[in-house]
């Protein structure tokens, strides 16, 4: 990790800044207010344990974790099974951003990093994940792309980088199954910068329920949390601008964008 990197970290429940510390060869992160100690495991900042996990991030964390090896693979399956072709659905999303050279630019719920390869070239990228096993996979494909990355094990609830530092902010899928959807909306804002356009999509109920038909075995977890699923229009800040839903693919799915106030 580099010092440029380490400045925009926080201990994500305080704000406080980290110092990037190496002891015997191991660097780690440190909040020299409270002591506490963040590891940095295979170059990837962790700033949350399985252990310290509760309700749906901790169930959903270990679902990832199972299926990380072969995500990939099984999103572009159940897309073919839903008529869908992948790569031009989520280009469809990413389109409704706005990218310039330069850019710093957080994906929050960035799983296998597989949407980097839809993104300019010229962007600094940052992707968080709670799962483990699915940034394992990230790393892999980035080697296997030649693409660069910085990847952090957290929560969306509680981001662990200051305010207003990245240019871009977007999320595609996972939102639905966070503990706190309102909570991790309101982080997404804190780290845009002003004026920043920001992306958030997931699947409509729709979607869940022909999941449930299909692949009865993931449908059936995913459908006891099928509750406040669709746009989180609600959610929203109230200072935030511009606030657009669509619908995609016969509405199975939903972008909404929005923007920071200057």
């Not at 710093?104 to 949407?115: I, M, P």
């Not at 869940?208 to 038909?213: G, K, V």
Request: aromatic share 10%.
């Amino acid at each position: 990790m580099d010092l440029e990197t380490a400045a925009l970290l926080r201990d994500p429940l305080t704000r406080d800044p980290l110092e990037l510390v190496r002891e015997a060869d191991q660097p780690f992160l440190l909040n020299p207010h409270l002591g506490r100690r963040f590891p940095i495991r295979d170059g990837i900042p962790v700033f949350v344990k399985l252990g310290e996990l509760e309700g749906r991030n901790r169930q959903f964390r270990k679902l990832y974790d199972r299926v990380a090896i072969f995500y990939d693979v099984q999103s572009h399956i159940y897309a073919f099974l839903f008529g869908q072709n992948l790569r031009a659905l989520r280009s469809g999303f990413l389109a409704e951003l706005e990218f310039r050279p330069g850019d710093r630019v957080l994906e929050v719920s960035v799983g296998t990093a597989w949407n980097l390869r839809l993104l300019p070239p010229e962007i600094d990228f940052y992707g968080l994940d709670l799962s483990w096993g699915m940034l394992a996979k990230a790393r892999r494909n980035l080697r296997c792309w030649k693409r660069e990355a910085r990847l952090f094990c957290g929560e969306g609830e509680n981001l662990p980088f200051s305010d207003n530092c990245f240019d871009v902010v977007f999320q595609l899928g996972g939102l639905n199954f966070f503990n706190d959807k309102g909570r991790a909306i309101r982080e997404m804002v804190r780290v845009a910068r002003p004026g920043t356009r920001l992306l958030i999509s997931d699947e409509n109920e729709k979607q869940i329920r022909a999941l449930y038909r299909k692949i009865p075995i993931l449908g059936r977890r995913l459908w006891h949390h099928r509750e406040g699923l669709g746009p989180p229009l609600d959610l929203l800040p109230a200072s935030v601008e511009q606030p657009t839903v669509r619908h995609h693919a016969d509405a199975r799915f939903y972008t909404l964008t929005f923007r920071k106030p200057l």
